[in-house]
Every structure is written in structure tokens, then in C-alpha cells.
């Protein structure tokens, strides 16, 4: 069992965390550890829980930061108000966002889709699939990475990015090495 590429991608997290002490970030790299640590026990289950777990999180971050030009106790407010309707996280949240191409917003929601599609198997459950594990935990943590450095890109410090950006080409992710990440 490799999971070495999630290993390389989870770096990307933790570098960023140490960069910059925002409790999202904290949030975002407590799921994707312990989504790590039930793979490595081939936890499935659990697994793509926390996987899912952070991808909801970050993506009603950037909600919150969309609408309203920041991380606002007003937005959170309203994300809560949402999360009792049981209306917070839709796949319609992903549409609409601000300041996401079309083609990022399409491969989001089919990331989203495909670790959802995990949790809810056929009747037959299935073996865990390192392989298809690692390429969806290294989506996870692209589109992660991404949304932070949109949303907090001016206190990440310059060095921090430039290690972001070459790890992300080493494990091939397409976000975080795309021109996007500049503006």
C-alpha cells in the first residue's frame, strides 16, 4: 500500500499551516490527517468522511469569502442559519462562488462527486482502492490549498507559495499550478 503521494500532498497543507495561524487552516489539516490515518488502517469509511469533511469546509469558506470580501462573523452567521435549514453545503454552493473559472467550478464538483460516490457504495461494499484513495486525496488538498491561497494569498509570505507551487507540479496538481494562483 503507497500512499506516499498523499504524504507529499498533505505537506502542502501543513506547510501553509505553519506559514500562516488561522484556525480554518488548522481545521482543514486536522480532516485531511485523519483522513490519512484511517487510509492507512484501509478505513474507507472514514476516509472519505474527513475527505469530504474538509472539501465542505473549505468550500463554505470560500463561500462566505465570496460574498462578502472576507472571513466575516456576518457570513458565518449566515452559514449557520443555512447549516440549521439544512441547506449549508450543495453542489449549487459551488455555482456560486465568485472569482472561480467555469472549468475550476466543473472539476470541483466532480471531485466532490466522485469522494461523495465513496461513501455511498453499491450494495456490494468494495475493497479500498489505494490508488483511486491517493488521486482523490491529492484533489482534495489542490483544491484546499487553492481556496486558502485565495482566500489569505497577501499574509501567506512569497517563499511559502514559490514551495506550494513546486510541490504541486512534482505531484502533477492542477490548481495550484495553474495562473489562477497569481491573481
Known amino acids: 500500500m503507497d500512499l506516499s503521494a498523499a ?4 505537506s502542502i497543507i ?39 469533511a474538509c472539501l465542505e469546509h473549505i468550500l463554505e469558506l470560500y463561500y462566505i469569502y465570496s460574498r462578502y470580501s472576507q472571513i466575516s462573523s456576518e457570513g458565518l452567521k449566515e452559514l ?15 455555482n456560486q462562488v465568485k472569482g472561480i473559472p467555469g472549468p475550476f467550478k466543473k472539476k470541483i464538483a466532480k471531485t466532490y462527486i466522485s469522494i461523495a460516490t465513496q461513501l455511498h457504495p453499491p450494495f456490494e461494499l468494495k475493497c479500498f482502492d489505494t490508488a483511486e484513495y491517493c488521486e482523490d486525496f491529492k484533489r482534495v488538498v489542490d483544491i484546499t490549498a487553492f481556496l486558502i491561497l485565495k482566500i489569505f494569498r497577501e499574509k501567506i509570505p512569497a517563499k511559502t507559495i514559490e514551495a506550494i507551487t513546486e510541490r504541486g507540479k ?14
Open 7 to 10: 504524504v507529499k500532498a498533505l
Open 14 to 52: 501543513k506547510l501553509l499551516k505553519d506559514s500562516i495561524h488561522v484556525k480554518s487552516i488548522d481545521v482543514c489539516y486536522f480532516l485531511l490527517k485523519s483522513s490519512f490515518s484511517h487510509a492507512q488502517r484501509r478505513d474507507s469509511l472514514a476516509a472519505y468522511v474527513y475527505l469530504r
Open 80 to 94: 449557520l442559519k443555512l447549516k440549521r435549514k439544512g441547506r449549508a453545503f450543495t453542489l449549487k454552493i459551488i
Open 170 to 183: 512534482g505531484l502533477g496538481l492542477y490548481f495550484i499550478c495553474s495562473k489562477s494562483v497569481a491573481k
